[in-house]
């Protein structure tokens, strides 16, 4: 009934194309409408791979390739949910962790361990760099989104990583949950890890 409710099936799925580099390492199936490419060796997929178009380098996918398959239409997560929920205060702060300035949410969060759900109301960029971050909760961005390092966990209901806008994930990134993104998603250097399952998986909705 709901065509892209089938997104929701993979650990990574991407409207366009997806370029994995860097020392990506991907638990679960993936999906792209635009092709699959891969940018050096380091690059692991555990699972299977789909696309309607070609997939190259099929020796980084452990399981079975099928090219020319439907085109998936992306799903849609609602801003607002992520908005409100943000605006709640952080006990741990005395708070809301609603941020209309990229640079205050990368200072809230960069290197620190938080609980919350974190919503920046900002176009610009936000950085979020540096190994010691530790997010549980969600990070949501109506801009664009650059992480190098740390952890990001879903909770509840939760994708861990909403972006409306690119996304750029590199510097040895952990993310164990649904990762949703509108426009182009890149994986760089470091040992960058995609947990996903069924139910709680990683999307690039772009």
Do not use: C, H, W
């Not at 555990?46 to 190259?56: L, M, Q, R, W």
């Not at 980084?60 to 992520?82: F, Q, R």
């Not at 702060?93 to 919503?119: H, K, P, Q």
């Not at 190098?148 to 909403?162: H, K, L, N, P, Q």
């Amino acid at each position: 009934v709901f065509p892209e409710g089938f997104a929701f099936d993979y650990a990574v799925y991407a409207q366009n194309n997806l370029t994995f580099g860097g020392n990506v390492e991907v638990n679960g199936n993936v999906f792209a409408n635009d092709g699959i490419d891969f940018n050096g060796n380091s690059a692991e997929i555990n699972g299977d791979a789909f696309s309607p178009e070609t997939i190259e380098d099929t020796d980084n996918i452990s399981g079975t390739t099928v090219t020319g398959v439907d085109p998936i239409p992306p799903p849609a997560i609602d801003p607002e949910e992520y908005r409100l929920a943000a605006q709640a205060i952080d006990p741990e702060t005395s708070t809301s962790t609603l941020f209309s300035d990229a640079n205050d949410a990368s200072a809230y969060l960069n290197g620190e361990d938080r609980d919350a759900v974190v919503f920046v109301d900002d176009t610009a960029e936000t950085k979020i760099q540096g190994n010691s971050t530790n997010l549980v909760g969600s990070l949501a961005t109506m801009g664009d989104l650059d992480i190098t390092g740390g952890t990001y966990s879903a909770t509840g209901s939760y994708a861990a990583i909403v972006v409306y806008g690119n996304l750029k994930i590199a510097g040895g990134a952990t993310i164990n949950g649904i990762v949703y993104a509108t426009g182009a998603t890149s994986f760089g250097g470091g040992n960058n890890v995609i947990n996903g399952n069924a139910g709680a998986n990683t999307l690039d909705g772009g």
